[in-house]
């Protein structure tokens, strides 16, 4: 199972939705970018612009994870390909140019609206726990239209869809944003120069692949199985075990997140001091 079928690759790309899939999404990182800017300038530190960075670099890897989780860009119109607006391509899948700024909205967002409270030591697991829900739920928004105007699909033989999109893609993704945002959040708390947070260019993939890759082995795994190995009910089963080792993993994650400044951490390290913001 698994093999990409001819009548996925002929599937005609809806250009308008395209189009607003591009301009839209860009138009809201630039947004994103100015509030990134203006916090990095207010808090003196450059964390937020380099979360942003990272998600956005990272995306040059979402070739793998297309080719791991069954997903195809449209590339189709009139019956001809090349119709995507793409940079790229890579496994025989074309990449849009939109991929670095989706990747910027879905992955980096909780960097700027959580960021600083985490870093303060102010959230707690119940917190950690919503911003999992929020997130999975921003997924399923934004990947539910983007399979369900013909822009993109995940062609795989996924059980609990909600329209076209498989729920346990929206809570990979979510669950990567949690471990994303709590590991550079740790690394803000602990490094000793601005420069030190250049290493969130390494932490966006290693929670990507992380979290994806590993959590989302068993329905990886169960999607491309030998035809005559395939059933709905390995799947299914698959499906749910992800969405419990997704659950466990961001429970594990609550427990690092920061203590409130002068809180010894239970590893040792040494006491954050408190960075005033502006």
């Not at 395209?18 to 809201?28: D, G, H, N, R, V």
């Not at 346990?168 to 590991?183: D, W």
């Not at 420069?195 to 994806?212: D, I, K, R, S």
Request: one cysteine or more; proline letters at 5%; glycine letters at 8%.
């Amino acid at each position: 199972m698994g093999r990409m079928p001819s009548e996925v690759m002929q599937h005609e790309l809806d250009m308008m939705w395209q189009s607003i899939f591009t301009w839209l999404s860009w138009a809201i990182v630039a947004v994103m970018l100015a509030i990134a800017f203006r916090m990095c300038v207010r808090q003196r530190t450059p964390f937020y612009l380099l979360a942003c960075l990272a998600a956005g670099i990272a995306a040059f890897a979402e070739p793998l994870y297309d080719v791991a989780f069954d997903l195809w860009f449209y590339d189709v119109h009139n019956g001809e390909p090349g119709a995507m607006y793409s940079h790229f391509t890579a496994f025989g899948v074309v990449q849009p140019n939109w991929s670095h700024s989706g990747y910027i909205i879905l992955y980096a967002s909780a960097c700027l609206y959580a960021g600083r409270r985490m870093y303060e030591g102010s959230l707690r697991r119940k917190h950690l726990f919503l911003i999992w829900g929020a997130e999975i739920i921003t997924s399923c928004v934004f990947e539910v239209i983007g399979t369900g105007t013909n822009v993109y699909t995940y062609y795989g033989p996924y059980e609990l869809r909600i329209w076209n999109y498989p729920l346990v893609i929206g809570v990979l993704e979510g669950t990567q944003v949690v471990l994303f945002t709590v590991l550079a959040v740790q690394l803000w708390r602990r490094v000793s120069t601005a420069w030190g947070l250049v290493g969130l260019l390494a932490v966006f993939p290693v929670t990507m692949f992380g979290a994806n890759f590993g959590l989302g082995a068993p329905i990886i795994i169960a999607l491309h199985l030998d035809e005559s190995e395939f059933s709905s009910g390995i799947v299914w089963a698959a499906t749910l075990l992800t969405i419990t080792l997704c659950t466990l993993a961001v429970n594990g994650a609550s427990k690092f997140l920061p203590r409130p400044f002068a809180t010894p951490e239970p590893d040792g390290a040494p006491v954050a001091k408190a960075v005033a913001a502006a």
